[in-house]
């Protein structure tokens, strides 16, 4: 069954440095986004990403935050300062549709901000 | 603005009993339901979903949710519970309008499921 990947599982940091988390949606989905978890809290919507342009971003995808979709397969997350509040889980997802469709997670990658 | 709430933080049931965990949503146009799970150090799984159509999905592992518009409410529901049925799972909305945020999903909080033997 076809599956979203993602890397690293986990990334230790320290505060001010760039992290690049990685992503390979599932092969025909058009569809991508990353969502975050911070440890004991609701799952939170970033930013969608279709036909190599942002279509939506939440308040929390400020200016540190920027995605990539740089060959036909990875979707990559940057922080480029990282700050001891971006620790969290960091989710990739894709969908074949926007709006109707479910959407597929990756297992996510730990972000942790020393 | 669109929410989602899942008034139960953790919900305990005896196996071979049926459960239920409960959602509301608020959205402005017509609302478009999901249910996830999530088990330990594990990315989100999709159970089942409400487009249109049936107020009674049916999703995976034996999982059912009903759709009820007049009391915004989508809860999940499974006639007998298994102890493999123990996850965390959250509810999401997605506002089917036009009005902007038709792309994200607005998760709940989750709902901790205890199965216990």
């Known amino acids: 069954e076809p599956e979203v990947t993602q890397t690293p599982s986990h990334q230790v940091t320290q505060m001010g440095q760039e992290v690049i988390l990685r992503c390979v949606p599932i092969s025909n989905h058009l569809y991508f986004y990353w969502y975050r978890q911070i440890l004991g809290q609701k799952v939170e919507f970033l930013v969608s990403f279709y036909n190599n342009e942002i279509s939506e971003k939440s308040e929390i995808f400020d200016d540190q935050f920027s995605v990539e979709r740089p060959d036909g397969s990875n979707f990559t997350l940057k922080i480029r300062s990282t700050k001891l509040e971006d620790s969290a889980m960091y989710f990739c997802a894709s969908s074949e549709i926007p709006n109707t469709g479910e959407l597929f997670f990756g297992e996510g990658s730990r972000l942790t901000v020393l | 603005a669109q929410s989602v709430a899942q008034p139960e933080d953790q919900v305990n049931v005896a196996e071979g009993n049926p459960l239920t965990v409960k959602c509301t949503y608020s959205v402005s146009g017509n609302p478009y339901l999901f249910w996830y799970v999530q088990y330990p150090n594990r990315g989100l799984q999709f159970l089942l979903k409400?487009?249109?159509?049936?107020?009674l999905v049916k999703g995976s592992y034996g999982f059912e949710a009903e759709f009820n518009k007049s009391q915004t409410s989508f809860h999940l529901k499974k006639p007998s519970a298994l102890v493999s049925d123990s996850a965390l799972y959250f509810c999401?909305?997605?506002?089917?309008?036009?009005?902007?945020?038709?792309?994200?999903?607005?998760f709940g909080a989750g709902t901790r499921l205890a199965v216990h033997p």
């Open positions: 999401a909305v997605r506002d089917g309008g036009f009005s902007g945020g038709y792309n994200k999903l607005i």
């Open positions: 409400y487009i249109t159509g049936d107020n």
